[in-house]
């Protein structure tokens, strides 16, 4: 039977407690005499009523161990190791009956056996409170290791909820009456000894034996004592970390001789972060800053217990880690180093191994925590404490220095190795924390490299390469393009080349993924302007880098290969309104590749935009900036001969814009003037108020406004004579571009030319000279462009024209760039026949007004002379004229005005009878040109006799000019 079989150890265990310490004594106890309570052993030692001979219930058994308890102190073992058996026996009727409803076991037998719980839970209560220092060690024990037991053994137990659920356990068990009275009565014995050691000894002995499935009694006590545990839980696990050596060791690994109740220590501490995981951090700071400031034995082990703990719960390290950094300052780092200086050597090693480990591992203020190594071990400029602070020690210094050079190399290990791994593995690859934590701070870790600070830019240099090869390919990426936005001169910029050197030799595609990145942000309106113009700044500097060894070539060379495909999104920055942005693009584009053979949407909006920066930077005067955007202009027309007469065209059409022709010392027409009056909403009234407040109209209706027309504004200011240095000087920049984008060449020269020989002007390509013509005639006189119209009228056809003919002369004579277009495209023979109306409208208004002229000399009207000078010299370098008739301009400053009438009608009547026509000219193709052969128009003479005339008349001023007019 099972008390026969009982009956030999609880006849042991009463001996045994014969020799217990006689404070160990029970409360009072009704009077028994002594052959009663001898009756009472021998009924509880085999089971058996003494006087009827029968076995007893459960019930009166556990009652007889009960009376024991009470009466004789020595049987407390023994009777409560009986009434395990009871707890037992309960627990297993109640799990019974809520798998199969009330039916099994019987109601009366459960009630029975939680009658007799209860009488216990008061019988061991009693004790508790009357003599808490002799009985709650060992009731404590008692119950909790029996709770451990039985979570334990029906955790398998259908019903019983899985050890992860950890609500539904406690539920399940606290509903129970024998698990509950044990965690009652445990509750009392752990607040009757106010949290004493031995209540949570028991505690973490139990944890670690019956663990995950005791789980639940340490959430609910520590949601009970959540002060009093973790303080007491703490202090246990330290006082048996000392006692074991303080072996500071890496969990699960071989030869692992950690403490036994470091594990139970941090899965307590475990359950109870979530809820009081300040009160963990507090008192885990405590403790450490308590071993500091005394100089005790017992807390000599403290530091390396927390690094335990921080290495075997990650969560502990998170919470902590954070603010043990910010309470790190000089005094208390020097404190540290004096406490843990006179550690050996291998001490040493092992802890700053184990700090390395937690580093890497450590997510929560993983940025603030490698400032703090990084500013200790070599103090930044900015930040370097003022004479009178207390500075770290120096040995605090090398310390952290050492540390900041192991971590590398321990981050270069996990990276590397990590990405071995996952290639021969099918696991994804293992995470590492703290370069996890550092991508969101990747900005300020390039910041802080470019402040090139003696080897602090060495380390976190090194780092952007570990970081962007661990975070690849988006990271590399970003850490490429925000160094590229924020690098400040070519030091600074030294380091991109490097960095690249560093993640091309493990990434492939690295520049296409960065320039695309950089792209993304600028469409997203997310990146400040100056960083986008100091990238654009950037690339250009590294495309013109030169030699050097690997690094800065090698990225120039594949920058340049994949520059060419962003020709659309960086041709669309020169239209951003920022003006530095504008500028460093266009830098960008005038020193990189542009594709083989663009598509012609993309190109023509390249050269449109180049166009347009070309003239807002003309506008602006800057010199350098204007070397680039004439460069880039030149650059994008000579990509195609559709691109070359797309850029000749948007460079005539903006030339000749309103608000570009003052560069070119123009003026705006009346008309526009007028426009521009009104907007700014001019009262005449007030003005003409002013100007005749002392003229008195009242005796009549007639009034004389003289500072306007009602309606239009103020009458538009003269054109006053301004310096012509500046105009000039643009005019000739805007001329050598365009002749650039004409694929302009000089003439072949002769063999043996004469002594007196002439400047020949540059020879235009036809095509881009058509072009430009085409985009004069657009310019001036819209209502004739096409070009159809080549045939020379009679002069008395101009009656019809007469003013659209003033309109083109007035728009000559508001922009003086226009003579020099004529010029240009004279230069590509045969393209001034496609001028013919242009040059109709000036030849007419010219001849009208020095047929009117009554002024004794033609230097009385000094823009009508140079126009008829200018306009008769582009048709006789145009093949247009003669050369005889061509140079008639040169005999017109000494004529009168109706002289130059004369001449400029016989070069009418000449072109009437020779229209200008394309199909005159013969192209030479061993000179590339094209040529008119004046003989197969007929005898020129005809159109002389005027001209010979004047020079008979004039024969004392132009004698030395008659060797130039004969035929």
Same mark, same amino acid.
């Given at each position: ?424 593995? @099918? &696991?994804? $690859?293992?995470?590492? +924390?703290? =370069?996890?934590? /550092?991508?969101? !701070?990747?900005?300020?870790?390039? *910041? #802080? ?111 340049? @290969? &994949?520059? $060419?495909?962003?020709? +659309?999104? =960086?041709?669309? /920055?020169?239209? !951003?309104?920022?003006?530095?942005? *504008? #500028? ?384």
């Amino acid at each position: 039977m099972r008390s026969a079989a009982a009956a030999a150890p609880a006849a042991a265990a009463i001996m045994s407690g014969l020799c217990d310490p006689p404070g160990a004594t029970s409360p009072p106890r009704p009077p028994l005499s002594a052959s009663e309570l001898s009756q009472e052993v021998k009924s509880f030692l085999s089971g058996l009523d003494p006087v009827q001979g029968t076995a007893l219930s459960p019930k009166a058994h556990a009652r007889c161990a009960l009376l024991l308890l009470r009466c004789l102190p020595p049987a407390r073992h023994a009777a409560l190791d009986h009434l395990r058996s009871l707890f037992d026996e309960h627990v297993c009727a109640h799990l019974l009956q809520r798998e199969s409803g009330a039916a099994h076991p019987g109601p009366a037998a459960l009630g029975a056996l939680e009658e007799v719980v209860q009488e216990v839970q008061r019988v061991l209560s009693e004790f508790i409170r009357l003599n808490p220092k002799s009985w709650a060690p060992l009731v404590s024990a008692w119950s909790i290791d029996l709770m451990g037991q039985l979570s334990s053994k029906y955790a398998g137990r259908h019903g019983v909820p899985h050890p992860s659920n950890l609500n539904e356990l406690l539920q399940l068990w606290m509903a129970c009456g024998s698990t509950r009275t044990l965690m009652e009565i445990y509750s009392l014995c752990l607040a009757a000894m106010s949290g004493g050691d031995a209540c949570v000894d028991a505690l973490l002995d139990t944890s670690l034996q019956h663990s995950p499935h005791f789980d639940w009694v340490v959430a609910h006590i520590g949601s009970s004592f959540p002060a009093t545990i973790i303080n007491r839980v703490l202090a246990c696990g330290l006082k048996d970390f000392g006692a074991h050596g303080e072996n500071l060791q890496f969990p699960g690994g071989a030869g692992d001789k950690r403490v036994p109740k470091i594990a139970s220590v941090v899965g307590i501490l475990g359950h109870l972060a979530a809820r009081h995981g300040g009160s963990i951090k507090q008192e885990l700071l405590r403790m450490f800053h308590e071993s500091l400031a005394r100089e005790q034995p017992q807390h000599k082990a403290t530091v390396p217990f927390l690094l335990q703990l921080a290495v075997m719960s990650p969560p502990l390290l998170g919470a902590v880690s954070s603010e043990l950094v910010d309470s790190l300052q000089p005094a208390v780092l020097n404190q540290l180093h004096q406490s843990l200086a006179p550690l050996p050597r291998e001490d040493l090693d092992n802890m700053v191994t184990i700090l390395v480990h937690l580093i890497a591992q450590t997510a929560a203020g993983a940025y603030r925590t490698l400032q703090f190594l990084v500013n200790t071990a070599i103090p930044a400029s900015v930040i370097t404490p003022p004479g009178g602070s207390l500075a770290p020690h120096e040995g605090v210094r090398d310390a952290c220095d050492r540390l900041v050079h192991l971590l590398l190399l321990h981050l270069q290990k996990l990276v590397y190795h990590r990405g071995a791994a996952s290639l021969s593995d @099918a &696991a994804p $690859p293992r995470a590492v +924390p703290f =370069l996890d934590s /550092l991508q969101a !701070h990747l900005r300020e870790l390039c *910041a #802080e490299t470019l402040r090139l600070e003696r080897k602090r830019f060495l380390w976190q240099h090194r780092l952007l390469g570990l970081l962007g090869v661990y975070s690849a390919p988006f990271g590399a990426a970003d850490a490429l393009v925000l160094l590229l936005r924020l690098a400040r001169g070519e030091n600074e910029l030294a380091l991109v080349p490097q960095l690249f050197a560093v993640l091309s030799a493990s990434l492939t595609g690295l520049l296409p993924a960065a320039l695309a990145a950089c792209v993304r942000h600028v469409h997203a309106g997310t990146l400040p302007p100056p960083e986008i113009a100091q990238f654009c700044r950037n690339l250009a500097l590294i495309l013109q880098w030169e030699g050097g060894e690997g690094g800065a070539a090698a990225m120039g060379a594949q920058l340049a @290969a &994949a520059l $060419p495909q962003f020709l +659309p999104d =960086l041709a669309q /920055l020169l239209l !951003h309104r920022d003006a530095e942005v *504008a #500028e460093a693009a266009c830098h960008l584009l005038s020193v990189c590749p542009f594709p083989r053979v663009p598509p012609p949407a993309h190109l023509s909006a390249a050269v449109r935009a180049a166009v347009r920066q070309f003239f807002r930077v003309l506008r602006q005067k800057n010199a350098a900036n204007l070397c680039h955007s004439a460069r880039l202009v030149a650059r994008l027309s000579a990509v195609s001969p559709a691109a070359g007469k797309a850029a000749v065209q948007q460079l005539v059409e903006g030339a000749l814009r309103r608000q570009n022709a003052p560069v070119f010392g123009g003026f705006c027409d009346d008309d526009d003037a007028e426009r521009d009056a009104t907007a700014r909403h001019v009262s005449l009234l007030e003005i003409n108020q002013r100007f005749t407040a002392t003229v008195n109209f009242t005796g009549g209706v007639w009034a004389v406004f003289h500072a306007g027309v009602i309606g239009r504004g103020l009458k538009s200011p003269a054109p006053g004579e301004e310096t012509l240095e500046e105009p000039a000087q643009n005019l000739q920049i805007f001329l050598t571009l365009l002749l650039r984008c004409c694929g302009a060449r000089a003439p072949t020269p002769p063999i043996n030319p004469p002594l007196n020989s002439h400047y020949s002007p540059p020879i235009v390509n036809p095509d881009a000279a058509k072009a430009v013509a085409a985009a004069l005639v657009e310019a001036v006189c819209p209502e004739a462009a096409g070009g159809g119209d080549l045939i020379w009228p009679p002069e008395d056809q101009t009656r019809a024209t007469v003013e659209r003919d003033l309109r083109i002369c007035r728009r000559f004579r508001q922009n003086p760039l226009l003579f020099p277009l004529l010029r240009v495209v004279a230069a590509g023979r045969p393209a001034l026949c496609y001028c013919s109306v242009l040059l109709r409208g000036l030849l007419a208004a010219l001849m009208a007004h020095w047929d009117a002229c009554r002024q004794p000399s033609t230097t009385s009207s000094p823009w009508q002379l140079g126009a008829s000078c200018a306009v008769v010299a582009a048709m006789a370098e145009g093949s247009l004229l003669p050369p005889v008739l061509g140079n008639v301009h040169e005999v017109f400053p000494h004529l009168a005005p109706f002289e130059v009438h004369l001449l400029l009608l016989s070069v009418w009547d000449y072109l009437r009878d020779n229209h200008p026509l394309p199909q005159k000219f013969t192209f030479l193709p061993e000179k590339g040109v094209f040529v008119r052969d004046f003989a197969r128009d007929g005898e020129v003479g005809k159109h002389l006799g005027v001209l010979h005339s004047v020079l008979h008349k004039n024969i004392h001023k132009l004698g030395r000019l008659a060797g130039r007019f004969r035929p």
